[in-house]
């Protein structure tokens, strides 16, 4: 089994928010990753003295310590419980009623000798590939209506506007302190036999393919085999830097935290 990742920030001046975490038992061919892509929030109070590394870090490890460890748990059980554990840590210093406390996107895959199992929450991206080498994208795609939607608005007020289809009916979803988001993640489980190799991304390693067009999700996934996380990561970085006002390559930030995750089974 082959397992590598890489992470890089998006600034030099502001903490990584992402996380990115494997568990390989001792015995066996099981295993877990967790990705997590921290949400930024506006400037202003958003209720919390710790941060979004602080939380990402938390529920992470929570996730992969469930995942890993409770195989009588479902991945949408254990997202609820690690965000029940997470919030208890700092729910008496901290308003986690507030709507920006911080939270983040979820990609968590468990695997062992019979199946692969998945949770996709927000705009990170799992990548399952077969034997044959066929790449199939498992996308929660309910944040793309919602940005289509705010395209034409300018910069703030597009912002504005999605920021408040975050976490309600109609809208999309990121973990943050209410256990019951996990009941909104994409869920499934694939026979093992049918995965020859996963990979999980954040939003600013899906760059690659989504905001530069670098090579759909079957050329993403063959770059991270054959060359490795770190490479597409970098190329992603110089993608960035040949377009740093997002003239050709319209986008939020001019770069942002990137993570990319590769299991190869």
Known sequence: ?????????????????DHVSAALPASGTGGALVVLDGVT???GDDGCRHGVPWYTARLGAGLLQLSGSRRDMTLAQCLARAVVHTSDGHRSTCDLSHPRTPQA????????????EHLVL???????????????????????????????LPRAERAARVEARRNVAGGFFTAAADPSVAERAVTGTTPR?????LAALTDGATRWTETFGLGDWAA?????CEQGPTAVLRRVRAAEAADPEGVDHPRGKACDDATAALVVL
Do not use: K, Y
């Not at 089994?1 to 928010?17: H, L, Y």
């Open 1 to 17: 089994m082959r397992v590598e990742m890489a992470t890089f920030p998006g600034s030099a001046e502001v903490p990584n928010q």
């Open 105 to 116: 996107t979820v990609v968590l895959v468990r695997w062992d000798d019979e199946a692969v």
């Open 41 to 43: 929030p506006p400037a």
């Open 220 to 224: 993403l996934h063959t770059a991270l």
């Open 122 to 152: 927000s705009d990170s991206v799992l990548l399952l590939a077969s034997p044959t080498g066929a790449v199939t994208p498992v996308l929660d795609q309910r944040l793309d209506p919602v940005r289509a939607a705010a395209s034409t």
């Open 193 to 197: 036999e049918r995965v020859r190799s």
